[in-house]
């Protein structure tokens, strides 16, 4: 344990010249996956565009039979666990890791209340048989294709769903090393790097929102 | 070694331009107001497309702040900045090729393509043993009786 109260950073592995120098390469490897995710989500919004051509109506149809308001209330989450996990990566490269584990927390009870949520939402549809493919049956919708917006909204809010669960458990990893407090002004990439794929998460739903629930 | 790393570090973190938690907590507020935006805009009466394309508007003003702000790329290194426009004009490329195919397919024949022929069944070769029946019954209206019924008949 240093004076100023946190851990000697891990160390430097012998092809970085300085600390900054794997800091950066860390954060390079991060955006370069992120790129890759950015072409997964891709082809589920170029499938949504695709579809929604071919069936209008139902795509209308369908929006309009999504709760509006729980997919705001979503959002709201999703945008507020983004500024806390922010705070987080602020505090942390100041060494506060105790202030940054308690925000990281809190983005991971929100990342929770999210998913609860989703949880609602999904019930309510396997309820009224608003289901994918063959297992449609949902008499309101009667416009061809309703079955094809499911196909949709399952895939994509569920991939969703699981990049958020992929995120809570980066968050909360990194939670508990700020616990032990090991992050200090020249180390800190691990709640940066955990950080930007919850803003990626944030992203997806950005554009997921007004698609499925507004338009 | 481990002194003058440590030292180099803290000298490249104090250049390191970062953003102040005002910032963060004001990025944070303008972007619950462009989702208010989104709802708003949703709830005004006009053509289906139009709210698609305000709706898509707002979205992309909301996702260039959570990464310019949020995510730092603002104050980032420029090779970062580049990976992400990289993968982002790849999307638009997809989006913009299959659109383009889509948004242009005609039918193929220029003029009605004429109905099947409906089978007679009494044309049907005699002899044939139950179940055995060369043309599939049903196949018009979709999962109907079982070819073994069918040969009862």
Redesign the interface.
């Known amino acids: 344990m240093t004076a100023e109260g946190w851990l000697e950073?891990p160390?430097?592995p012998h092809h970085y010249?300085?600390?900054?120098n794997h800091q950066?390469a860390l954060?390079?490897g991060m955006?370069?996956f992120?790129?890759?995710e950015?072409?997964l989500f891709?082809?589920i919004?170029?499938g949504y565009?695709?579809f929604r051509?071919?069936f209008?109506e139902s795509f209308?149809q369908a929006g309009r039979h999504l709760s509006?308001f729980l997919g705001?209330l979503n959002?709201?989450l999703l945008?507020?666990s983004?500024?806390t996990?922010?705070?987080a990566h602020?505090n942390a490269?100041h060494g506060k890791n105790r202030n940054a584990f308690w925000l990281l927390m809190a983005s991971v009870a929100m990342g929770a209340g999210f998913l609860c949520i989703k949880a609602i939402e999904y019930t309510e549809k396997f309820h009224e048989g608003a289901l994918p493919g063959k297992f449609f049956s949902f008499s309101e919708i009667t416009a061809p294709g309703g079955p094809v917006f499911y196909v949709v909204y399952f895939f994509s809010t569920g991939l969703h769903a699981l990049h958020v669960i992929v995120g809570m458990s980066l968050l909360t990893w990194v939670a508990t090393r700020c616990w032990r407090k090991e992050f200090s002004?020249?180390?800190y990439a691990p709640v940066?790097n955990a950080?930007?794929y919850w803003?990626l998460v944030?992203?997806v739903w950005?554009?997921l929102?007004?698609?499925l629930y507004?338009? | 070694m481990a002194s003058s790393t440590t030292t180099a570090g803290a000298h490249a973190a104090a250049a390191h331009k970062e953003t102040s938690p005002a910032k963060l907590i004001l990025n944070w507020l303008v972007l619950c107001g462009l989702t208010g935006a989104t709802f708003g805009v949703s709830q005004i009466h006009m053509p289906v497309n139009y709210h698609l394309a305000a709706a898509i508007c707002i979205a992309c003003v909301k996702v260039t702040l959570v990464v310019l702000i949020f995510m730092h790329l603002w104050h980032g290194e420029g090779i970062n900045r580049i990976v992400f426009l990289t993968s982002f004009l790849f999307l638009l490329l997809l989006m913009f090729f299959v659109m383009a195919d889509v948004g242009t397919r005609f039918t193929l024949s220029n003029s009605r393509i004429p109905p099947m022929p409906v089978v007679d069944q009494k044309m049907m070769p005699t002899g044939m043993p139950p179940g055995m029946s060369s043309v599939p019954q049903g196949h018009s209206d979709g999962p109907g009786p079982s070819s073994g019924e069918a040969g009862k008949q």
């Open positions: 950073p160390p430097l010249e300085t600390i900054e950066a954060r390079f955006w370069l992120l790129g890759t950015v072409l891709a082809g919004f170029v565009f695709v051509t071919y209008p209308e509006l705001t959002t709201f945008l507020t983004s500024l996990v922010a705070l602020h490269e002004p020249t180390y940066e950080g930007l803003h944030d992203l950005i554009f929102y007004p698609l507004l338009v």
